[in-house]
């Protein structure tokens, strides 16, 4: 007996060194994929992506998107979605509807300047490819159904660099997001920190810190992606207030299988 509760005893650190491996052996393979990932993305020609658009400045205060015949297409040439041809008008609410796969959200990947297109696309009259994308990003709001939190506090979260919002501001915003409760009752205040994948907050939280810092930006046009498809039902009211009363003046286009939102 003494021998049998010997070996038992022995046993896990006998295979520690082998469970150790395969931990390093996974974490290895999982950098080595995100790698080449990466160099096949950093080694993409630039030229063959809406990336590579002009230096326009025009006014975009106010918003408006035609599409003629329109086909948005994949990194390697294939048509994602199209020919399709609508009219957004300036301040106009818009809601994308359509079954998974059917090229909702690469619209919008398209109309950020992730994604390549043929047919004609203007922006206040003006072909997309001809606009500055660092002018036409700056008058963008996104807000997408999977929150991107970075290892920083909530305050670095919602600026993302921006060194011009205080913490007043700061708190204003997410008192829009509705989380300004939460973060006056943790004893951090703003400094609380976020670990990376947004650890030490709920999926609703995390959202409401992304609409907080997508309000930051003023944009003149709102991207909404399913902003509330992994929330539930009451921080996804709060969420779709807070974005009603952002968007009254501003072109807005909503990816969403709920029609009622």
Known sequence: LFTGMFVLILAPEFYQPLRDLDTHYHAKAQAIGAAESLVELLDYPLTHTAAQSGDEMIDLRQVEIVANNLRVMSL???????????????????????????????????????????????????????????????????????????????????????????????MDLLEKAHLADFVQQHPQGLQSMISDQSSGVSVGQAQRIALARALSQQGSVFMLDEPTASLDEQSANAVMDSLSQAITDNTAIMVTHKLEE
């Open 76 to 170: 390697d040439g294939q048509c994602l979605l199209g020919p399709v041809s609508f009219h957004i008008k300036a301040g106009q609410h818009v809601a994308v509807v359509g079954a998974s796969g059917a090229g909702k959200t690469s619209l919008l990947q398209a109309l950020l300047g992730f994604l390549p297109y043929n047919g004609e696309l203007l922006i206040n009259g003006k072909p997309f490819n001809t606009i500055s994308m660092a002018h036409w990003r700056r008058h963008l709001a996104w807000l997408g159904q999977d929150p991107q939190l970075f290892h920083g506090t909530i305050a670095e979260n919602v600026a993302l660099g921006r060194a011009d919002l205080s913490e007043s501001t700061i």
